[in-house]
T-cell receptor, first 114, second 113 residues
Framework: ETGVTQTPRHLVMGMTNKKSLKCEQH?????MYWYKQSAKKPLELMFV???????ENNSVPSRFSPECPNSSHLFLHLHTLQPEDSALYLC?????????????FGEGSRLTVL | TQLLEQSPQFLSIQEGENLTVYCNSS?????LQWYRQEPGEGPVLLVT?????EVKKLKRLTFQFGDARKDSSLHITAAQPGDTGLYLC?????????????FGKGTKLSVIP
């Protein structure tokens, strides 16, 4: 496999469920990201991991919990979500040197919270 | 909070027409990127501009970075149905963290055959 892969592509969950989104990058990059894409809103950066350490956490509610066990894998654990959390969740990776570099995105996980 | 305004939000044109999409900010960018996102896919990078006044061409797409590095435009010549998608600009601001990119809301382009 190449690039950035995300699973599942679609997820429907109730407000009391616990689920996880998975992301894997095969590009050898040193940074991985979670973005939230909602209708009529800009992409919102949620979390950034560089070399497996969290370096950005943009005031995201604690019901979203990221995990980066190694430089190729990134998870987003979800629990007690709200309907307004329904969105497309995009994972991305990049090789950060002097700047952020090019972001390589996965196809996204479409989340619906009932 | 940095804001990045894109216009127009929606654009529907006939195949063969030309169009321009704009990206504006009140702050100076250290660099700016343009992405295209097709339905059911993640965004894909089209170009990165760094120098004020810079012009880059990618086949029928022409990207321009403003002299003051506060604005950018994307011009498409003779649009094709394959150009349909959401065009996003994303700016890196001087002084922001190394990992911070601010995205615009995007321009949704439909090219009708």
């Amino acid at each position: 496999e190449t690039g950035v892969t995300q699973t599942p592509r679609h997820l429907v969950m109730g407000m009391t469920n616990k689920k996880s989104l998975k992301c894997e990058q095969h590009l050898g990059h040193n940074a991985m990201y979670w973005y939230k894409q909602s209708a009529k809103k800009p992409l919102e950066l949620m979390f950034v991991y560089s070399l497996e350490e969290r370096v950005e956490n943009n005031s995201v509610p604690s019901r979203f919990s990221p995990e980066c066990p190694n430089s190729s894998h990134l998870f987003l654990h979800l629990h007690t979500l709200q309907p307004e959390d329904s969105a497309l969740y995009l994972c991305a990776s990049s090789q950060v040197t002097a700047g952020i570099g090019e972001l390589f995105f996965g196809e996204g996980s479409r989340l619906t919270v009932l | 909070t940095q804001l990045l305004e894109q216009s127009p939000q929606f654009l529907s044109i006939q195949e063969g027409e030309n169009l321009t999409v704009y990206c504006n900010s009140s702050s100076v960018f250290s660099s700016l990127q343009w992405y295209r996102q097709e339905p059911g896919e993640g965004p894909v990078l089209l170009v990165t501009v760094v120098t004020g006044g810079e012009v880059k061409k990618l086949k029928r797409l022409t990207f321009q970075f403003g002299d003051a590095r506060k604005d950018s435009s994307l011009h498409i010549t003779a649009a094709q149905p394959g150009d349909t998608g959401l065009y996003l600009c994303a700016g890196a601001y001087s002084g922001a963290g190394s990992y911070q990119l601010t995205f615009g809301k995007g321009t949704k382009l439909s090219v009708i055959p």
